[in-house]
């Protein structure tokens, strides 16, 4: 297993209190030992614009402090698809978040949509053809569901429900169909945990749906699987469920 990581993700930066750099602190401390670290370079303009516009890239480009560590984590997440495409599974472990980062907007502590420049990136460069983008955070990614509205190409599945049991049957049944694909990312939300906003599901949960992602990947694109830091804002266990999820992935 790769983690991609920064210290740079741990700027300081405004936004709201609970996307704060102590999240990244935490998970890092529990699963440093877990895998190779792999130290990510920022992206580039002409990677942003794969999917957002100019008019976004010149409002952001005014906040220097947020953009610098923007930048980084776009290029952690591009760094993150591509070792997973050469056939090891991956995770980055970013600030800020993404999915819900439009094509000319950005809100809820996202700025770049992290997960769709790294899947068009690697689309663009003929380097894959299909994927599936399987959301797991509580809130709907809507920013990746507009960008790939008219990509038929890239599946983009946001997980929705009421209760534990609902939400785990709607990740397996996604993941049981079988298709043809060349890469599966995962937006890692950890905000669907039962001490967190959602309320809904437990540590061996986050294994077991990356265990299914593991499954599916093996099935229909060759292995090739990663997952990129969404939410996720109870500080006591968010290590534990994000180390959860990625035993069951590797």
């Known amino acids: 297993m790769k983690i991609i990581y920064h210290e740079r993700f741990l700027t300081p930066y405004p936004t709201a209190g609970v996307e704060k750099p102590q999240r990244l602190k ?10 190779e670290i792999v130290t990510p370079v920022p992206a580039q303009p002409e990677d942003l614009l794969l999917v957002h516009t100019p008019r976004l890239l010149k409002s952001m480009a005014s906040q220097a402090d947020v953009h610098e560590v923007a930048l980084l984590a776009v290029g952690g997440a591009i760094l993150t698809a591509s070792l997973a495409l050469a056939g ?3 995770f980055g472990l970013l600030r800020p978040p993404g999915h819900h980062a ?5 809100w809820g502590f996202c700025f770049y949509n992290n997960m769709a420049i790294a899947i068009e990136r690697l689309r663009r460069q003929g380097r ?6 399987l959301d797991i955070d509580l809130h709907f990614g809507d920013g990746t569901d507009r960008i ?8 983009v599945v946001n997980i929705e429900a009421a209760t534990r049991e609902q939400f785990l049957f709607a990740v397996k049944n ?4 079988s298709r043809q694909l060349d890469i599966i990312g995962v937006s890692a939300g950890f905000d669907t945990y039962v001490k967190d906003w959602g309320g809904l599901l437990q540590t061996e ?5 990356g265990a299914w992602v593991k499954e599916a990947a093996q099935r229909d694109c060759q292995g090739r699987r990663f997952g990129l830091l969404e939410g996720g804002y109870y500080l006591p266990d968010l290590g534990k469920n994000c180390l959860a999820f990625l035993t069951g992935l590797a």
């Open 26 to 35: 935490t998970i890092y401390q529990v699963i440093k030992d877990h895998g």
């Open 88 to 90: 090891e599974p991956a």
């Open 102 to 106: 439009g094509p000319d907007s950005h």
């Open 128 to 133: 894959i053809q299909r994927a599936l983008i």
């Open 148 to 155: 790939f509205a008219a990509v038929p190409e890239v599946e």
């Open 174 to 177: 996604t993941l049981q169909v």
């Open 205 to 209: 949960d986050y294994r077991q749906i």
